[in-house]
Nanobody
Framework: QRQLVESGGGLVQPGGSLRLSCAAS????????IGWFRQAPGKEREGVSC???????YYADSVKGRFTISRDNAKNAMYLQMHSLKPEDTAVYYC?????????????????????WGEGTLVTVSS
């Protein structure tokens, strides 16, 4: 069974940091384009940051310079390091994967292209 499981969410004060992790099982991420997405209450799901299978990265303008996406194929996992968090970053964060090469900007902008999704982890930025 192919599965993605996120962890690392929680409550953090504005300006704080969190690191989200996403572990894959049942398949290897090496040949997948992957990404992090988020959905705030009442809003549509949006791409935060994505990596193509060739390592090219994309960041939404709202998180550039604050978030860093990475993948560790040896651990079959991906990560999202988040710094300088703002209340508007509050959302459920999802990791997702699609087999093959897709442009990182494409998969972040068209989330419906993703094949596999985690259940999500809640990030709340509040004082």
């Amino acid at each position: 069974q192919r599965q993605l499981v996120e962890s690392g969410g929680g409550l953090v004060q504005p300006g704080g940091s969190l690191r989200l992790s996403c572990a894959a099982s049942g398949f290897t991420l090496d040949y997948y384009s992957i990404g992090w997405f988020r959905q705030a209450p009442g809003k549509e799901r949006e791409g935060v940051s994505c990596i193509s299978s060739d390592g090219t990265t994309y960041y939404a303008d709202s998180v550039k310079g604050r978030f860093t996406i990475s993948r560790d194929n040896a651990k079959n996992a991906m990560y999202l390091q988040m710094h300088s968090l703002k209340p508007e970053d509050t959302a459920v964060y999802y990791c997702a994967a699609v087999r093959g090469y897709y442009g990182s900007n494409y998969i972040c902008q068209y989330y419906r292209a993703m094949e596999y999704w985690g259940e999500g982890t809640l990030v709340t930025v509040s004082s």
